[in-house]
């Protein structure tokens, strides 16, 4: 008889902090869980902003994780696409401004 392993016997993904129960999408029938990570509060504009990383573990072991900010939703990639454009224009604003800050 094979050995089979049940999505139930998968280990919560390494950073989660609370997970979901199993899920079974749609049309695919394949099982997934929803997990959430670490948080962050920035400061802006006299408010609050939440940076969280969050994620979906899958029956047979693949892991996506993404960060919610607001409500804008961003995987690894487009992550360092917001990152670099954002150090770019702290860049420019500081040479157009003359200061170094």
Known sequence: MAN??????IPA???ALSV?????EGSSGEQFRPF????RQLEHC?????????GEQYADGRIERFVFVGD????PPHLVQFARAFLAAHDEIQR??????
């Open 4 to 9: 089979t392993t049940t999505a139930q016997q």
């Open 20 to 24: 979901d129960e199993w899920r079974t």
């Open 13 to 15: 993904p390494a950073g």
């Open 36 to 39: 959430k990570g670490t948080s």
């Open 96 to 101: 157009l401004s003359g200061s170094g800050d």
């Open 72 to 75: 804008l939703c961003l995987d």
């Open 46 to 54: 006299g408010g609050l902003v939440d940076l969280n990383i969050c």
